[in-house]
């Protein structure tokens, strides 16, 4: 039997939630879970360089997105210069989705069948095809540390039959990826459950994809645009359905509350475009709220964004300097704030593993979320 | 009488041809001339921060534009911010311009006459109104090292007596400049030789300036869109009517052959938007001529995009990489272009300068001409 690329440690159980400490032993390097990634869709994290990423941000893992890289600038390429790492100049981990997410939320543009899915590019119109056996092909090239099988994630409010239908799909389709993917010495292939908002579809999900033994395991289809009551509700059902010993990934959560229920329900890894996005549109995400940058009430602002942040824009900037670069429209705005977000983010899960270490997880959610003005 | 804010130091003349290395002691610290200013417009060198600006491309003096900054965020708020220094976070020196460029640039939006010029603000419509005293008195407040005084620069082509009514309003309008600033221990102000093409007037503007003793002079109205040769011609004939021993600065220039011919000339600073607008559009400067990223030429150039650069850009990317950025209009693109075209032309002034030290300035350009690929 083959060596796994992945390792995972488990350093410590909370005694009062699910949550635990754990360490993702990966082909490049360690990490601390429960941790955030950050998402470089298209080989770059938006207005970062990766020592940015990794000296001011301290992320060890980010994204990649294999829909995007499979169009531009195409996994082929990407396989020539080396892989994902070497291209983009990127010697931490990186984790690739499986495409499916970016092509189901095409909406009219695709066409699902059993063999796969044929959609239109959003580039340039032209007809692509991905399978299970390209999205494995497609993520073989980019060299990824963890790869996730081809899935289906049906959207919010979609009737019962046809999620029970799409997770059963999604199912039979892991089970082709984990065949056609044969580098697990390098690369870690993850199962994603999906079975949408009925508990019984997501058991049947879990308990099948176990079954195929993956060395970690995705929660897709949650954080779909559900209120936030029926995100906490399904999140808790599903998480212990997966096998403890194994890490747990919970696809596109990055609010800091939603960052810190995902711990509490079992979470070890999570990832989110919204640091980078927000960042880009002038708000900052700080221990006292969200801030938009563009408001006049920052005009005279000459104190730092965040008292209780350890960035570079934080120790260098005034709120004031940030609302200039966005009223003028210049780079260094989102540059600014993309740093402070994705550091924030990092930070509040340096927090999170304190708060677990320590044994008060649920006392760092109340003071959290009285300090940053959160409704529980 | 009070001590000056800048001292020049003359450390070479070349026996050949009219340049010099020299020293700029100014408050924020010794720059070595020749030297090449990056521009930052709006408080801040486009897409770059301080850091980079220092530790990559090893500037040490960045230009400011009184025009942008007195509209946006205006010059008392940065006052109340402690300065532009300390408003973006940058220890170097700063030479502001004098709004006067700017201003005319607007044509129709503005009436000149004696007093100053009225002008509609681009970025909301409303009536602004600059005078000498005006520039001054917003320059002082953003406290840059080198202030210009308020010129006026007639476009390329006016007549003998467009030309020779506004240098002599320009001197003026110095001579208003000077007896308006104050603080000359903290500020040194430049007066600016105005003159177009018409030789005997660039004497004059010289000859009239000089007799105000200022502690530096800049050479305005060239490189506004005359043939290279015009260019050589007027820069020649006008930079040694400026004194010796004071600093000659020419404002707007920054291709490398003009670069190289203005050192030659005899001019110790030179400014220009050029490498952060093209870096933007996607153009590198290299050794090797300019290159466009967004050639298809440049998918598969798994190489730096200038093997004679030691710019972060160069030690870690390929012109495959920075060409995919562009295509997916990724803002690390016009990062990584504008680290790279601005270390290209501080580089180049260190070997311009380190030429001028070992006497060989006219092969140093026959040398750069022939590998760029520059018809003389």
């Not at 390429?77 to 499986?98: P, R």
């Not at 090239?141 to 799909?169: H, Q, T, W």
């Amino acid at each position: 039997m083959k060596k796994e690329a992945l390792r995972f440690e488990i350093k410590k159980v909370d005694p009062r939630t699910n949550a635990r400490l754990g360490v993702l032993h990966l082909p490049h390097g360690d990490i601390e879970t429960p941790v955030f990634m950050p998402v470089g869709t298209q080989a770059t994290v938006k207005a970062m360089t990766p020592d940015e990423l990794k000296n001011e941000v301290k992320a060890k893992i980010i994204l990649g997105n294999t829909y995007h890289l499979f169009l531009r600038p195409g996994h082929e390429l990407i396989k020539e210069a080396g892989g994902l790492h070497q291209f983009m100049n990127w010697d931490g981990n990186i984790l690739t989705d499986s495409g499916g997410f970016q092509v189901f939320s095409l909406g009219a543009l695709r066409k699902i069948t059993e063999e796969g899915v044929e959609f239109r590019s959003h580039i340039d119109g032209t007809k692509k095809f991905i399978s299970p056996e390209k999205s494995m092909e497609i993520q073989n090239a980019l060299g990824s540390d963890i790869m996730m099988a081809f899935d289906e994630c049906a959207p919010y409010g979609a009737s019962y039959a046809y999620v029970k239908n799409s997770m059963e799909r999604t199912t039979r389709w892991a089970k082709r990826c984990k065949e056609y993917h044969q580098a697990v010495e390098k690369q870690a292939l993850f199962g994603i459950v999906q079975g949408g908002f009925y508990k019984d579809l997501r058991e049947k999900s879990a308990n099948d994809l176990t079954k195929l033994d993956f060395p970690g395991y995705a929660i897709g289809g949650i954080s779909v645009g559900e209120p936030k009551e029926e995100f906490i509700d399904i999140l808790r059902y599903t998480a212990p359905l997966l096998p403890q010993e194994k890490p747990r990934y919970l696809m596109g959560v990055g609010s800091p509350d939603y960052l810190i229920e995902s711990a509490i329900a079992g979470i070890d890894m999570c990832d989110c475009v919204l640091p980078t996005r927000m960042a880009r549109n002038g708000t900052a995400l700080t221990h006292y709220g969200r801030l938009n940058l563009l408001n006049a009430k920052h005009i005279h602002a000459f104190e730092t964004l965040d008292q209780d942040c350890d960035c570079y824009t934080c120790k260098n900037y005034t709120k004031a300097y940030i609302h200039h670069l966005f009223k003028a429209k210049e780079i260094l705005g989102a540059r600014l704030l993309s740093i402070h977000n994705l550091r924030f983010l990092v930070h509040l899960m340096e927090d999170i593993r304190t708060a677990i270490q320590e044994e008060r997880l649920l006392e760092f959610r109340e003071e959290f979320y009285e300090k940053y003005g959160y409704k529980k």
